[in-house]
């Protein structure tokens, strides 16, 4: 569908700034959709006032970004294959990044507004890993050639050491 979109056209610059509008979009849902689950129990049991905990909440996710740097980013687009953001055959990224982005967005607000509690980080591995097939899949590759499972497992790891590692460190 994107590959008859001349690359440097306005359409390709317009088709890339709605990617860019979903990434916005999805980070904004990312803020209010994990600050809720991250303060929820503070404010339940009365040991922090609102604003209050949403405040410590920003500023520790900002001090986690300025202190980890950009290490989570990096691994986790290393989950998606090369081919994804700059196919071989010249072919704009817009389609799987726009999958990418709809598909996070649609579990992130969806999850929310029923009130189930979820990681926006965890909506967007998901996505990473189904993008990843999808493009294995669409190219007639076999899954363990067209995926970095290794990638995938070193992610996976630590999101099941984190939350045990924050409990014992809490």
């Known amino acids: 569908m994107f590959a008859a979109v001349p690359l440097g056209s306005s359409l390709a610059l317009v088709l890339l700034g709605a990617c860019l509008v979903l990434v916005l979009v999805f980070e904004f849902s990312n803020g209010f959709h994990d600050t809720a689950n991250a303060v929820a129990t503070v404010i339940y049991t009365n040991s922090l006032k609102p604003v209050q905990a949403v405040v410590w909440s920003g500023l520790m996710n900002f001090m986690g970004v300025m202190v980890g740097g950009t290490a989570v980013a990096y691994a986790l687009v290393e989950i998606l294959p090369p081919e994804v953001l700059t196919p071989p055959n010249g072919d704009p990224a817009i389609g799987m990044l726009a999958a990418l982005f709809i598909t996070s967005l649609l579990w992130n607000v969806g999850t929310w507004a029923l009130g189930i509690p979820n990681s926006s980080s965890h909506a967007l591995i998901g996505s990473l890993v189904r993008v990843s097939i999808a493009s294995t899949l669409r190219r ?7 995926v ?13 050491v984190s939350p045990v590692l924050g409990f014992a460190l809490a």
């Open 148 to 160: 970095d499972w290794s990638q995938i497992l070193k992610v996976l790891e630590a999101l099941l």
């Open 140 to 146: 007639s590759r076999p899954l363990h050639e067209g």
